[in-house]
């Protein structure tokens, strides 16, 4: 295997700052650096875009962004005992990369940034679905992002590619697939974690489309779509009916009958709905 720099080991690197893995950070590291790299190369061509790195952590996915040539890169941590670590990073890339010390949720990416931005995190599931739906729902589009190139619990992969009719079809598919292209472009095992964690991962690529597919309310639609699904064995009258007294009539004016379930339901048919919805 070759070298992709010439820092420490990463296993050097925890023992030299202390960077024990924190089961309350969802900490579980990626310590080859062949396999970050070629993480790095899954966002696409990084030398003409900055890059938003959530939760580096000691700097295995930020070192493969670094040799692999990205412009620059924004690293947000949560923990600061990996500040030292980073910093080291920062010293052997000058002016590639910028630390901050902060939960990632409270940070404003553009004011660091230049467009084209990429994203890339390999984070613990909670926080990178929050992100997630935070990233695909802002009330106008295109976003601030070209792409996010992201690592999930491989079941949460799933359900932001699942088509209707499966079970993993939900929410996060249609909010995925409604302004984005996501794509399963790398299954890892968990051996390939320190620690390793129970279930194994997958990283997903998404595209953001230039337009949404169909036309809809981002707010209108993700209200629908959360109160469709959480009650999935419902038929859509009955679970939709905290969103509008006048459901029936709302879904049928959108093609859709009032007795079928969320999973039946097709991405362009709950666009109408919120459509539906908001023309009163
Ligand atoms: N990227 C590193 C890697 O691949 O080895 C670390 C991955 S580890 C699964 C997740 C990282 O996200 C940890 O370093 C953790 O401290 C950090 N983290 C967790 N919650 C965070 C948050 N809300 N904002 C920023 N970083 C967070």
Redesign the pocket.
């Known amino acids: 295997m070759s070298q992709i720099d010439d820092l420490p080991p990463l296993r050097t690197v925890i023992e030299t700052h202390g960077i024990a893995a924190k089961k309350s950070?969802?900490?579980?590291?990626?310590l080859d650096l062949n396999l970050?790299a070629k993480i790095a190369r899954l966002a696409g061509d990084l030398s003409a875009a900055d890059i938003l790195e959530?939760?580096?952590?000691?700097g295995?996915?930020t070192r493969g962004l670094l040799a692999e040539g990205a412009r620059r890169v924004l690293a947000?941590?949560?923990?600061s005992r990996?500040m030292a670590a980073l910093a080291e990073i920062s010293d052997r890339y000058p002016g590639r990369l910028e630390v901050i010390n902060?939960?990632?949720?409270d940070v404003d990416p553009l004011a660091h940034l230049t467009p084209p931005i990429k994203v890339a995190?390999?984070?613990?599931y909670n926080?990178g679905t929050e992100l997630l739906v935070r990233w695909l729902t802002p009330p106008d589009w295109p976003p601030f992002w070209d792409s996010l190139t992201l690592m999930f619990q491989r079941e949460v992969a799933q359900r932001i590619v699942a088509q209707p009719g499966s079970k993993a079809y939900g929410r996060l598919a249609l909010l995925s697939q409604w302004r984005a292209d996501p794509q399963i472009v790398l299954d890892l095992p968990p051996e390939a974690f320190t620690p390793a964690p129970k279930v194994s991962s997958a990283v997903v690529h998404l595209k953001a489309l230039p337009a949404p597919r169909f036309p809809a309310n981002a707010e209108t639609l993700n209200r629908t779509v959360a109160a469709a699904f959480n009650q999935r064995r419902k038929m859509l009258r009955s679970a939709l009916k905290a969103v509008s007294p006048d459901i029936e009539t709302h879904l049928k004016a959108a093609g859709i009958k009032p007795t079928e379930r969320a999973e039946q339901v097709s991405l362009e048919a709950f666009c109408a709905l919120a459509r539906q919805l908001d023309a009163g």
């Open positions: 950070l969802g900490q579980n590291f990626l970050t959530i939760g580096p952590g000691p295995g996915l947000i941590e949560k923990d990996c902060a939960d990632a949720l995190a390999n984070l613990p926080v």
